[in-house]
């Protein structure tokens, strides 16, 4: 099993930006996928962005998110960053960070189906 643990969201002004990280631990599959999905209260779940952890870290982000956040990796480490630039109200949700053994050329990792480890949420709050 992978275990994930998230970190670093909080509360933060419209046009601030927060840093999420991910780590992960045990059976890590390094050649996968991690990302993070969210949920705004009583909204369904959105995935937000991917990043390939092996090959060319091919990277996805939801039309909602582009230009503003941005994903990347440390594989020494495990880890998964996403970086939130120029934060709106609409980004306020529980994100949690997920791991999946696929790949883009054998599955839509944009489907929360695709992922087999979640992390814990972290809760993500834009407000004045």
């Known amino acids: 099993d992978v275990q994930l643990q998230a970190s670093g969201g909080g509360l933060v002004q419209p046009g601030g930006s927060l840093r999420l990280s991910c780590t992960a631990s045990?059976?890590?599959?390094?050649?996968?996928?991690m990302g993070w999905f969210r949920q705004a209260p009583g909204k369904g779940l959105e995935c937000v962005s991917v990043?390939?952890?092996?090959?060319?870290?091919?990277?996805y982000y939801a039309d909602s998110v582009k230009g503003r956040f941005t994903i990347s990796r440390d594989n020494a480490e495990n880890t998964v960053y996403l970086q939130m630039n120029s934060l709106e109200s609409e980004d306020t949700a529980t994100y949690f960070c997920?791991?999946?053994?696929?790949?883009?050329?054998?599955?839509?990792?944009?489907?929360?189906?695709?992922?087999?480890?979640w992390g814990q949420g972290t809760q993500v709050t834009v407000s004045s």
């Open positions: 997920v791991s999946s053994p696929r790949t883009w050329n054998k599955a839509d990792l944009r489907r929360s189906s695709e992922y087999d480890s």
């Open positions: 990043i390939a952890t092996g090959g060319d870290s091919t990277t």
């Open positions: 045990g059976r890590f599959f390094s050649s996968g996928a």
